[in-house]
């Protein structure tokens, strides 16, 4: 009963930066943790970053750390990831995924409704 859409996603430059949006509905957005992923061909769904409810706390994995900052607008149901200093391992699949309940934020089984995903390339 929850949708997740991403959008925002495309080729850019190494160095160049890319805005990721993913707008939510079917559900009550606010009381979601919200959290984004990425799978590179031949790769396991690896995790970026995560925020909580109400946007007052969020964790990065270390490969993205400074570079990029997820956030989110529970007016609009949508939350974002501002990709900067983007680099061709960021290549990926990008998926936002939303959490009923608690658990590890880095772990993806905790997650319980996804995203079809948004394509993100990064040329060298």
Known sequence: QVQLVESGGGLVQAGGSLRLSCAASGGTFSRYKMGWFRQAPGKE?????AISRSG???????????????SRDNAKSTVYLQMNSLKP?????YYCAADVGGGNYYYAGNYDYWGQGAQVTVSS
């Open 45 to 49: 769904r690896e995790f970026v970053a």
């Open 89 to 93: 391992e960021d290549t990926a699949v």
């Open 56 to 70: 007052g706390s969020t964790n990065y994995a270390d490969s993205v750390k400074g570079r990029f900052a997820i």
